[in-house]
């Protein structure tokens, strides 16, 4: 009946098993990640149990204090890369309102330029405007110059 409930949840109920070796000792772990990512973890935790019993040697005589001082070492790597993480979404958040605002102002620029290109069209129009009444006129001062004077 559970397993019917987890597959009309649609929860995968696949458990993968893995022999892994922690400080010489062997276990079996069961679980839906890989047999390669629970190999990964239990090498983690291995080094470090290595590395507590190299660094202290009250820890070759308690092994239960090797335990726990590995636990308190991953532990702190955990909070130290949850911190890191945190740090660096902050950094991401703070780009990506940077990358909104900038956008905005080149929004902004982009209308300004259009406006600006709006009015050099105008002031083209106005200026062939004046050119051509500029033309007529001296068309009129140069005929009148031309005719002939009635006597």
């Known amino acids: 009946m559970e397993k019917q409930r987890a597959k009309d949840e649609g929860v995968s109920q696949v458990k993968n098993k893995t022999k892994i070796t922690i400080d010489g000792k062997s276990f079996t772990l069961m679980g839906q990640e890989s047999e390669e990512h629970m190999q990964q973890v239990a090498a983690y ?5 290595q590395e507590i019993r190299r660094n202290s040697k009250a820890v070759a005589v308690d ?3 090797a335990y726990i001082l590995t636990s308190i070492n991953v532990a702190d790597d955990y909070f130290k890369e949850l911190q890191q993480t945190l740090e660096m979404q902050k950094c991401l958040d703070d780009a990506q309102m940077q990358i909104i605002a900038e956008r905005t102002q080149r929004e902004q620029l982009e209308e300004q330029l259009e406006k600006i290109e709006r009015d050099i069209t105008k002031l083209r129009r106005k200026l062939q405007e004046y050119q051509m ?6 068309e009129g001062l140069h005929t009148a110059k031309v005719r002939p004077r009635k006597r």
């Open 45 to 49: 935790i291995d080094r470090k149990m």
């Open 133 to 138: 009444e500029e033309e007529a006129a001296n």
């Open 63 to 65: 092994s239960s204090l």
